[in-house]
């Protein structure tokens, strides 16, 4: 997408950060996953750090950023054994902290007191993995959805929807937003488009379709946007609130 393909009249500026600016750090701590996602890029699945490896990871981020916010990934960072160490170390620094997740944890019988236990860690939101993409765990992905954020929504934590878009489906965002802004502790979509093991976009995945459905249909238009490494006029990341 370029930023010619933004409404006439609408004039927002890239959002360019130096190095030493960047307010967010991922970080992770195992490649093991309970889930095979479809196009998913962990092809080493049996690497696990340490809780020493971890910690150090992110002093180094505190010492060549500037950052205000972690987010805790993986593989799959719920199976991770030191996970709520991990959490309070990132909240020792004074940091906002972030999970990025499948979720599946959750949806087992020890969930509400696994998300009791982060939370208490010091755990400030969790971004949920659930898609089409996971069709072979979740036959209905909706009903996955609907339950997972049930879950989240009784124990007041904070929840992101992280949906991975794949070629030949259109007005995903809107769809999400219209479903799912009922529950109280529902803040908002992390969306990425479909991109094959080896960075090539799946077919048919256009940012410009996910913009113009918001805008259409909803009347939404983005605050800001990351450019492209190749240039201020080619869009990458578009910024909603």
Same mark, same amino acid.
């Given at each position: 997408?370029?930023?010619?393909?933004?409404?006439?009249?609408?004039?927002?500026?890239?959002?360019?950060?130096?190095?030493?600016?960047?307010?967010?750090?991922?970080?992770?701590?195992?490649?093991?996953? $309970?889930?095979?996602?479809?196009?998913?890029? $962990?092809?080493?699945?049996?690497?696990?750090?340490?809780? #020493?490896?971890?910690?150090?990871?992110? #002093?180094?981020? %505190?010492?060549?950023?500037?950052?205000?916010?972690?987010?805790?990934?993986?593989?799959?960072?719920?199976?991770?054994? @030191?996970?709520?160490?991990?959490?309070?170390? %990132?909240?020792?620094? *004074?940091?906002?902290?972030?999970?990025?997740?499948?979720?599946?944890?959750?949806?087992?019988?020890?969930?509400?007191?696994?998300?009791?236990?982060?939370?208490?860690? *010091?755990? #400030?939101?969790?971004?949920?993995?659930?898609?089409?993409?996971?069709?072979?765990?979740?036959?209905?992905?909706?009903?996955?959805?609907? +339950?997972?954020?049930?879950?989240?929504?009784?124990?007041?934590?904070?929840?992101?929807?992280?949906?991975?878009?794949?070629?030949?489906? +259109?007005?995903?965002?809107?769809?999400?937003?219209?479903?799912? =802004?009922?529950?109280?502790?529902?803040?908002?979509?992390?969306?990425?488009?479909?991109? $094959?093991?080896? *960075?090539?976009?799946? =077919?048919?995945?256009?940012?410009?379709?996910?913009?113009?459905?918001?805008?259409?249909?909803?009347?939404?238009?983005?605050?800001?946007?990351?450019?492209? #490494?190749?240039?201020?006029?080619? %869009?990458? @990341?578009?910024?909603?609130?």
């Amino acid at each position: 997408m370029k930023t010619a393909d933004f409404s006439r009249g609408l004039n927002i500026r890239p959002l360019l950060l130096s190095r030493r600016e960047v307010p967010h750090l991922t970080l992770e701590t195992n490649r093991t996953c $309970n889930m095979r996602c479809r196009l998913c890029y $962990n092809l080493e699945r049996d690497y696990v750090k340490s809780l #020493d490896e971890v910690k150090a990871d992110l #002093d180094a981020g %505190v010492r060549q950023r500037n950052l205000s916010a972690v987010t805790i990934l993986g593989g799959e960072p719920t199976i991770y054994p @030191w996970l709520p160490e991990v959490i309070a170390y %990132v909240k020792s620094h *004074g940091l906002f902290c972030g999970l990025l997740t499948n979720g599946l944890r959750f949806l087992k019988t020890e969930g509400p007191k696994f998300i009791a236990r982060i939370r208490q860690a *010091g755990l #400030d939101r969790v971004f949920v993995h659930v898609d089409s993409g996971q069709a072979h765990v979740h036959p209905d992905v909706e009903a996955a959805r609907e +339950k997972m954020f049930g879950i989240l929504d009784a124990a007041r934590m904070p929840f992101v929807l992280s949906v991975t878009i794949y070629g030949g489906e +259109k007005d995903v965002m809107a769809g999400v937003i219209r479903r799912y =802004s009922r529950f109280r502790y529902f803040e908002g979509i992390l969306a990425l488009l479909a991109r $094959n093991p080896d *960075g090539q976009m799946d =077919s048919g995945v256009e940012l410009r379709d996910e913009y113009s459905s918001l805008r259409n249909d909803l009347g939404l238009e983005p605050l800001s946007f990351l450019p492209a #490494d190749n240039g201020d006029q080619d %869009v990458r @990341w578009l910024m909603y609130f």
